[in-house]
């Protein structure tokens, strides 16, 4: 009888499996302890860096302010700015972190609450609002050097343990090596998730109470595949699990061998295949398990170690290195999706950030950051290498304004005599429902369309994509989910505009069959799965895949859709990682 005891259930996020030890790491931990420091100079260290760090993130806020707040009101920024370079209160910071030896966070704290409280026991509105933006100061102050406390904290190969990750946090692990990451909440689709996945590092996330049950130090078994965590295992569980991640090598190895192959049907459809590009990093792997491209780009991801808006010389370094690595296959870049869940340092607290501020909605509004992201990624077009994608299109009149700002982009650059690309070509995602309900319209404005399914299925079906409550109602194969898909890729055909898909949809190994039945001669995926895909694709049918989505559209509930499209897997693909799943 195997144990079970110590084996707890989550969502599987990221396949794979590891054995380390847990790292709890608690992000709200707001409480501020009156430690002493041994290292003063290290203390000071921590402060000057955590000062310069809130500046940078400062100064981001400040340009996404002017423009949508006008000058006037984004000076509450400046103002906060000025109190990071106020000479006074930094000497009095310096100086009782030498006399005390306290922590420095502890420092901050005691330092600003005396001006806090002041203010706040005031009568005057101005003074009680101005309290406000010293606190934010406060804390961000204090998050920033607690936040390089976890990053030393975590120079060994652990599994990180917490009850939730921002996309950047799961890069910024990932540079320290980390072997997994456990969260309590998040689902699937969360742009953590996908940060794991591109990164090959195995996650399980829902798993309620995770940090309770998980001591730091702990042993523990990652299952990304299952979706299961084993604490502290026994040497029997220890020894089927070293034996999987060996299989495992060898079935990746083996895989790896499709990497020049094409992506082709048993009876000779070609379905093109290309990377989703999330952190320079993973370019390598997607060359490797050999990509015909780039088709998402992510380039708000690309950018999150620093804190300001990258400039344009910057952003075109980076476009043109991925172009040119790249050529002569073409990229797809993808204009800033800031909002979301991928957050801004704005402090601007939104009840619905997906319903919110995000996407082509900021960029719109913040004309300037848009245009130099623009005029980046046209001045490393000279290959012709380079198509351009917005996101979060909900009308017509988004992708015609983003035209107007693409068209006044390359006045610009004409007008410095910079060569750029003059026909690059411009699509949008297809991620809300409006769009797609109006695809046709679309079609007429754009070159291609990609479809986002991570948001689409959100939206369309109204199920938060990071919510691990309601994750059994993100369902791939709704048939509201289902439809849309072939009415996207129909109109699309009609109107001879490339329809592609790179949201996560597309590396899930059920899915595939239905999707090529569905018409779609494009998906991208990250990096790993690629040798995978290519392998379902090369297994396959066309004619079989077009009668079963012929047969899945008819249908009425999920369950159904999912029966079928499992029963036409298992009938006709050989996957090699299906003993992993089950
Ligand atoms: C999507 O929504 O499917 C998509 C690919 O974009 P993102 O996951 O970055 O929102
Ligand atoms: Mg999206």
């Not at 949508?68 to 000025?82: D, L, N, P, T, V």
């Not at 995602?429 to 797609?436: D, G, H, R, T």
């Not at 592609?500 to 899930?508: P, R």
Request: proline share 3%.
């Amino acid at each position: 009888m195997e144990r079970s005891d110590n084996i707890i259930k989550g969502i599987a996020a990221a396949p794979g499996i590891t054995i380390a030890n847990a790292y709890l790491f608690f992000k709200d931990e707001e409480i501020i302890y009156d430690t002493c420091v041994t290292d003063i100079e290290e203390a000071k260290k921590a402060l000057d860096e955590a000062l310069n760090k809130s500046k940078r993130e400062l100064r981001k806020v400040l340009a996404l302010a002017i423009d949508k707040m006008g000058k006037s009101r984004a000076a509450i920024f400046e103002a906060q700015i000025m109190v990071l370079d106020d000479p006074i209160l930094l000497n009095t910071l310096y100086k009782r972190i030498e006399d005390e030896k306290k922590i420095p966070e502890y420092i901050v704290n005691t330092e600003f609450s005396k001006y806090l409280k002041l203010m706040n026991e005031s009568k005057e509105i101005y003074m009680l609002e101005r309290a406000n933006d010293i606190e934010d100061i406060k804390n961000r102050i204090i998050r920033n050097i607690k936040k390089k406390k976890w990053l030393s904290k975590i120079s060994e190969d652990v599994i990180v343990v917490s009850k939730n990750l921002t996309p950047a946090d799961t890069v910024l692990f990932s540079r320290a090596d980390v072997k997994g990451y456990v969260t309590e909440f998040g689902g699937l689709t969360s742009h953590a998730a996908i940060v794991a996945r591109s990164l090959h590092i195995p996650a399980v996330v829902g798993l309620h109470e995770a940090t309770k049950k998980i001591h730091d130090g702990d042993q523990i078994i990652v299952d990304g595949f299952k979706g299961i965590i084993i604490i502290n295992p026994d040497p029997e569980q220890i020894r089927v699990y070293t034996n999987k991640i060996k299989k495992l090598y060898e079935i990746d190895s083996e895989l790896l061998k499709l990497r020049s192959e094409p992506a082709i049907t048993k009876d000779g459809k070609k379905i093109q295949i290309l990377g989703n590009l999330d952190l320079n990093e993973e370019l390598e792997i997607i060359i490797q398990n050999g990509a015909e491209g780039l088709g998402l780009i992510r380039t708000e991801q690309m950018f999150t170690n620093v804190e300001d808006f990258p400039n344009e010389e910057e952003q075109c370094i980076l476009y043109s290195d991925l172009a040119e690595r790249v050529y002569p296959n073409q990229i797809i870049i993808r204009t800033f999706d800031i909002g979301g869940d991928k957050v801004l340092p704005t402090d601007v607290k939104e009840n619905n950030p997906f319903l919110g501020w995000r996407g082509i909605r900021i960029m719109l509004d913040n004309v300037e950051i848009f245009k130099t992201q623009l005029r980046a990624i046209l001045r490393a077009s000279v290959h012709k290498n380079i198509k351009i994608m917005i996101p979060m299109i909900t009308s017509l009149i988004e992708v015609k304004k983003s035209r107007t700002v693409i068209d006044e982009c390359k006045i610009e650059l004409q007008n410095k005599n910079l060569p750029f690309d003059n026909n690059i070509q411009i699509g949008v995602m297809i991620e809300v429902p409006s769009a797609a309900v109006i695809m046709k319209d679309i079609c007429n404005e754009v070159d291609f369309v990609s479809i986002g399914t991570n948001d689409l299925i959100q939206y369309l079906l109204a199920v938060d994509r990071g919510n691990d409550i309601i994750s059994d109602l993100y369902q791939e194969f709704h048939p509201a989910v289902i439809r849309t898909l072939k009415q996207i890729i129909s109109e699309g055909k009609k109107n001879k505009i490339p329809v592609g898909l790179c949201g996560e949809m597309a590396a899930d190994t059920l899915a595939i069959p239905l999707l090529i039945g569905l018409g779609l001669e494009q998906l991208s995926v990250s990096g790993v799965v690629i040798p995978n895909v290519k392998s379902i694709i090369r297994n396959l049918n066309y004619k079989q895949a077009k009668k079963l989505a012929e047969q899945c559209i008819e249908l009425k509930t999920e369950n159904e859709i999912k029966n079928k499209v499992k029963e036409f897997y298992h009938k006709n693909i050989i996957d090699d990682y299906e003993n992993f799943t089950q």
